[in-house]
C-alpha cells in the first residue's frame, strides 16, 4: 500500500479543510442550546460518508442524538469492520482560556507539533480522529484496496454518557454484526512511539446534595450553632481518602484486579519520563495512592475525584451567608472487575451514613459504565500492531489507559466482538481542555495507518 502515502501527500489540503469545516459547528452534547448543532453535525457526517463511499447512509433517530450508520458491504463472505466515533464534543468552557476561539479551528504549532496542530473542541476528540476512517475509506474505495465489508456507527451522546447509543445496539444486532470493532478515540505515547490502548477504565458518576436549615441564614447569627452544609460537604468529601489516599469507602476495593509482579514489570518498561509530566503540568510533584507509580495511578487504579463542587455566595465581593445547599459532581474511575452500579451503590450507601445529623444527603447517578481490557493476541491487536510497525517503523506498545469509553464493554457484551483501540492522539493535545488541538501528523498519519488495519486484518482472517 504504497499509494495511500502518495494519496494523503496529494489531498491532505482537502483533508484539513474538510476537518475544519466539521469543527466549525458547535456539536456541544451537555448543553441543549447547542442542540441544532449536534443535528447539523449528524447531518455533516452522513454526507461526508455518503461521499468517501459508504453505499447506503443513513440518520438514526434515538431517544436522544441522532446515530449515522453507513456500511459499504463488498462480499458478504468478507470479514466486517465495525467503526465506532462520536461525533459530539465536550463543552468548550472556561472560554476566556482559548488563545483563540473553540469554533474557529486555527493551525499553529507547538513544541510537540513543529507541523502544526488543528486547535479547535473537538479537533482530537472525537471530530478528528472519527474523520481519519471516513478519509481511510475513501482512500480505500478510490485504490479499489478495501479488501472487506465496513460499517460505521458514529454516535453524537458520547461526552454524556452514549445511553442512546446502548439502546440502539441493543435494538440492532443483525444490523450491526461485525468481525472486529474499530475506534480511535484514545491516545498514542508519542509521535515517535506508537502504543494501542488494551485497557479503558470504567466510571460511575454521581452528582451530591447537602441540605442544612431550610433557608440561606445570616452567618453571624447562626453560625457555629448550624451544620453548614459546605463545611459539611468539604469534610465529607475529604474523608473518602485516607493518608495513603486510598479511597475508604467500605469494599470499594473488593473486586479490583490486582496486577500481578510480572505484568506491572511488563508496563514500567513503557517510556515515561516523570520529570518531563511534571514540568508539562508545572507541578512540583505527583499526588496518588501509596504503593503505586504515576502510570499505574492513572490506569489499573480506581480513583475518586470531584469534577465540580459549589454552593453558597460567588458574586463579586463578600456576602455574610450559610447556604442551605452544597452540591459536587463526583466521578469514580473503576478497573476490571468493578461492577459500576455495585460501586454507585457502595458510594451512596457509605456518603449518606457519614453525615452528620443535621444535615441531609441525596445522591444522583448520572452515568457509568464497565472497564475494559483486551487481550494482545488477537487478530485484531496484531493486525494494528503490523499496521502501526509499517507507518511508524517501530512496534506499538500495549498501554492500559485511564480513561472511558464505557460503551465499548457493552459493545463486546452485545455484539461479541473485540474492540481495537487504535488512538492517535497525544495526552498534550488538550482534550477536554482549553485550547484541545490534535497533530497535522497525527491526523495523516492515522489516515495512513488505517487502510492497512484493514489489509492485516483480513489477511490474518483468512
Ligand atoms: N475519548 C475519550 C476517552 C479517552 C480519551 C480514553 C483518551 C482514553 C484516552 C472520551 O470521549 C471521553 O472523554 N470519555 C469520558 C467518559 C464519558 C462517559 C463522558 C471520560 O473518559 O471522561
Ligand atoms: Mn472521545
Ligand atoms: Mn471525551
Request: aromatic residues 10%; hydrophobic residues 35%.
Amino acid at each position: 500500500m504504497e499509494n495511500i502515502k502518495s494519496y494523503v501527500q496529494q489531498h491532505k489540503d482537502r483533508f484539513i479543510s474538510e476537518l475544519i469545516e466539521l469543527l466549525k459547528i458547535p456539536s456541544v452534547s451537555a448543553d441543549t442550546a447547542y442542540s441544532q448543532d449536534v443535528i447539523d453535525t449528524a447531518e455533516a457526517v452522513k454526507v461526508s460518508l455518503s461521499k468517501a463511499g459508504c453505499d447506503f447512509v443513513e440518520i438514526c433517530d434515538t431517544p436522544g442524538y441522532p446515530i449515522i450508520y453507513g456500511e459499504k458491504i463488498i462480499d458478504p463472505n468478507l470479514p466486517t469492520v465495525l467503526v465506532y466515533g462520536h461525533y459530539d464534543v465536550q463543552p468548550p468552557d472556561p472560554m476566556e482560556l482559548w488563545t483563540s476561539p473553540p469554533f474557529e479551528p486555527v493551525i499553529k504549532t507547538t513544541d510537540i507539533h513543529p507541523e502544526g496542530a488543528i486547535f479547535a473542541r473537538g479537533a482530537c476528540d472525537d471530530k478528528g480522529q472519527m474523520y481519519m476512517h471516513v478519509k481511510a475509506l475513501e482512500y480505500m474505495v478510490q485504490s479499489n484496496t478495501l479488501p472487506c465489508n465496513v460499517k460505521f456507527m458514529i454516535e453524537g451522546e458520547e461526552e454524556v454518557g452514549s445511553a442512546s447509543l446502548a439502546w440502539f445496539v441493543e435494538r440492532n444486532q443483525e444490523k450491526l454484526k461485525n468481525d472486529v470493532i474499530l475506534i480511535s478515540d484514545t491516545g498514542m505515547i508519542s509521535n515517535q512511539q506508537p502504543s494501542i490502548t488494551t485497557g479503558l477504565r470504567g466510571l460511575s458518576y454521581v452528582e451530591v446534595e447537602v441540605t442544612g436549615p431550610n433557608r440561606d441564614l445570616h452567618s453571624g447569627l447562626y453560625g457555629g450553632a448550624v451544620a453548614n452544609p459546605i463545611n459539611i460537604l468539604a469534610k465529607m468529601i475529604a474523608s473518602l481518602h485516607d493518608e495513603d489516599n486510598h479511597i475508604t469507602i467500605p469494599r470499594f476495593y473488593d473486586k479490583v484486579q490486582e496486577l500481578s509482579a510480572e505484568e506491572r514489570a511488563e508496563m514500567a518498561k513503557a517510556p515515561f519520563s516523570l520529570e518531563k509530566y511534571k514540568n508539562a503540568l508545572n507541578i512540583a510533584d505527583v499526588y496518588g495512592e501509596k504503593g503505586y507509580v504515576t502510570n499505574e495511578r492513572n490506569s489499573i487504579r480506581p480513583t475518586l475525584d470531584v469534577n465540580g463542587i459549589w454552593g453558597g455566595y460567588q458574586g463579586e465581593g463578600a456576602k455574610t451567608v450559610i447556604a442551605s445547599k452544597a452540591f459536587a459532581k463526583i466521578s469514580m474511575r473503576l478497573v476490571p472487575n468493578q461492577d459500576w452500579h455495585e460501586i454507585t451503590e457502595l458510594f451512596t450507601k457509605h456518603f449518606t451514613n457519614i453525615a452528620p445529623a443535621g444535615v441531609t444527603v441525596k445522591v444522583t447517578p448520572h452515568h457509568g459504565g464497565q472497564g475494559y481490557v483486551t487481550p494482545i493476541d488477537s487478530i485484531g491487536y496484531q493486525a494494528a500492531n503490523k499496521a502501526y510497525t509499517e507507518t511508524f517503523g517501530v512496534p506499538a506498545i500495549p498501554v492500559r489507559s485511564g480513561g472511558s469509553i464505557p460503551i465499548v464493554s457493552l459493545f463486546e457484551k452485545e455484539l461479541k466482538s473485540k474492540t481495537i483501540l487504535m488512538g492517535f492522539g497525544l495526552d498534550s493535545d488538550a482534550i477536554h481542555s482549553p485550547n484541545e488541538h490534535f497533530g497535522i501528523f497525527n491526523y495523516l498519519k492515522g489516515i495512513e495507518t488505517i487502510p492497512l488495519f484493514y489489509k492485516y486484518f483480513v489477511a490474518l482472517s483468512k
